[in-house]
């Protein structure tokens, strides 16, 4: 049996990036609108620095105002909440993104709570997660959006097909459930209660794997000719030392028995900042009541 197809994240949201861009040059050029994206950021955390940084230069380099808000991590839960929503009437923000996680004695709730639901592009605020449970427009969170955009990508309509979600995280797993569900698929959330999970991974037809556990789904849990979208990301030795970046997948298993896969790296994560610069477009449009342009590049 030949190995599956590797789905290239990095090519396609590349492609995402650049169409992004040149929809935000004709909103420019026909409007005077500049998209504006403001990111919160409290504490000293290296992981979200670089991740911070790099959503910055991604939104400059697609023509966007790019703000950033970088707070000690002693800032109190009210001085966050206070920015956020001096940000919330700040016309030049029309997204706003608080980078988790937060500090301990901070509730990332309340401060998710008080953002703008309108300016709420990652899709956390409780507006958008009921807006999108029940089937009407909504700020989709990143990470699910990109993994349906690679899935569509891959199987072509989804109709009427089994997917199978192993986690259930309100960031990934549950609003990735929903969008499954709205694209007609026979959806199954499962999670570490579930009981033989192996036998239920084998009926799906769409496996996703977003567990935070290295190598947890095994190539005899795949259902052949399958499509796996892996969303983990964990850091594990290597053998000769260095750490190295793994999915919740074992790909050189599942790679014999699927018939598409996303890599770890390369595959979901590159996704999840293009669509943050989606979701930032389409917010300022919203804002200003108007459609997000046509891509100069279709014509």
Same mark, same amino acid.
């Given at each position: 049996?030949?190995?599956?197809?590797?789905?290239?994240?990095?090519?396609?949201?590349?492609?995402?990036?650049?169409?992004?861009?040149?929809? @935000?040059? !004709?909103?420019? =050029?026909? =409007?005077?609108?500049t998209?504006?994206?403001?990111?919160?950021? @409290?504490?000293?955390?290296?992981?979200?620095?670089?991740?911070?940084?790099?959503?910055?230069?991604?939104?400059?380099?697609?023509?966007?105002? $790019?703000?950033?808000?970088?707070?000690?991590?002693?800032? $109190?839960?009210?001085?966050?909440?206070?920015? !956020?929503?001096?940000? &919330?009437? /700040?016309?030049?923000?029309?997204?706003?993104? !608080?980078?988790?996680?937060?500090?301990?004695?901070?509730?990332?709730?309340? @401060?998710i709570?008080?953002?703008?639901?309108?300016?709420?592009?990652?899709?956390?605020?409780?507006?958008?997660?009921?807006? *999108?449970?029940?089937?009407?427009?909504?700020?989709?969170?990143?990470?699910?959006?990109?993994?349906?955009?690679?899935i569509?990508?891959?199987?072509? /309509?989804?109709?009427?097909? &089994?997917?199978?979600?192993?986690?259930? $995280?309100n960031?990934?797993?549950?609003?990735?459930?929903? *969008?499954?569900?709205?694209?007609?698929?026979?959806?199954?959330?499962?999670? $570490?209660?579930? =009981?033989?999970?192996?036998?239920?991974?084998?009926?799906?037809?769409i *496996?996703?794997?977003?567990?935070?556990?290295?190598?947890?789904?095994?190539?005899?849990?795949?259902?052949?000719?399958?499509?796996?979208? /892996?969303?983990?990301?964990?850091?594990?030795?290597?053998?000769?030392?260095?750490?190295?970046?793994v999915?919740? !997948?074992?790909?050189?298993?599942?790679?014999?028995?699927?018939?598409?896969?996303?890599?770890?790296?390369?595959?979901?994560?590159?996704?999840?900042i293009?669509?943050?610069?989606? &979701?930032?477009?389409?917010?300022?449009?919203?804002?200003?009541?108007?459609?997000?342009?046509? /891509?100069?590049?279709?014509?």
């Open positions: 049996m030949a190995e599956a197809r590797i789905i290239d994240g990095t090519a396609f949201a590349a492609a995402l990036r650049a169409r992004i861009n040149r929809q @935000v040059g !004709v909103l420019k =050029r026909d =409007r005077g609108i998209p504006g994206l403001a990111m919160i950021l @409290v504490g000293g955390d290296e992981a979200s620095r670089i991740y911070v940084r790099n959503k910055d230069k991604q939104a400059a380099d697609a023509g966007m105002v $790019s703000l950033g808000e970088t707070l000690p991590a002693d800032t $109190s839960q009210d001085a966050v909440v206070e920015v !956020v929503r001096r940000l &919330n009437e /700040d016309d030049v923000v029309h997204g706003i993104l !608080v980078q988790l996680p937060l500090p301990d004695h901070i509730d990332a709730a309340a @401060v709570d008080a953002v703008d639901p309108v300016k709420d592009v990652d899709g956390f605020h409780p507006e958008n997660v009921g807006r *999108l449970m029940s089937g009407r427009p909504a700020m989709i969170p990143c990470t699910p959006m990109g993994c349906m955009m690679l569509e990508d891959t199987v072509g /309509d989804p109709s009427g097909l &089994n997917a199978v979600v192993i986690g259930r $995280s960031i990934v797993g549950k609003p990735l459930a929903q *969008l499954l569900l709205a694209a007609n698929c026979t959806v199954t959330t499962a999670h $570490s209660r579930t =009981r033989d999970l192996a036998a239920l991974a084998r009926t799906a037809d *496996l996703v794997a977003a567990t935070g556990r290295p190598a947890m789904v095994r190539g005899d849990w795949i259902k052949p000719g399958a499509t796996v979208i /892996d969303i983990g990301i964990n850091r594990i030795p290597g053998a000769d030392g260095k750490m190295r970046l999915g919740d !997948v074992d790909f050189h298993e599942a790679v014999k028995i699927a018939g598409a896969i996303t890599p770890v790296p390369g595959g979901v994560g590159p996704m999840t293009a669509c943050l610069l989606a &979701n930032t477009l389409a917010a300022a449009c919203r804002r200003n009541g108007i459609e997000v342009p046509a /891509d100069p590049g279709d014509q």
